[in-house]
């Protein structure tokens, strides 16, 4: 028996400064997790997957990443997503120097 779906966003790398992004309901990028469409229906999962794969010259490694709905929207399941969220682990820089 196949896994139930579970909710997911649309992630990937953006190509020229390659800071985390993902895909809004409004076909645009954020680099903000709260902003990204939460998607609960497989079909469209892969199609929204298809559209942002279809975007070669904005985004690399697009892909569906697992979410839980929190109070203030989808929050990470998973510590790769955590970890790609909070920026470069090596020193202090980019998005970590303005926390």
């Known amino acids: 028996m196949s896994k139930a779906f579970t909710p997911k966003v649309v992630t990937a790398s953006h ?3 390659g800071d985390v992004i993902y895909l809004t309901a409004e076909d645009t990028w954020s680099r903000r997790l709260e902003e990204a469409e939460v998607i609960e229906d497989e079909a469209h999962a ?26 203030t929207g989808p929050e990470p399941t998973h ?21």
């Open 15 to 17: 190509l020229l400064d």
């Open 46 to 71: 892969q199609l929204r997957l298809l559209d942002a794969e279809s975007q070669a010259d904005v985004v690399v490694g697009a892909y569906l990443a697992d979410v839980a709905i929190g109070a």
């Open 79 to 99: 510590f790769r997503e955590t970890f790609r969220r909070t920026g470069p682990s090596n020193y202090f820089h980019g998005k970590q120097a303005g926390l």
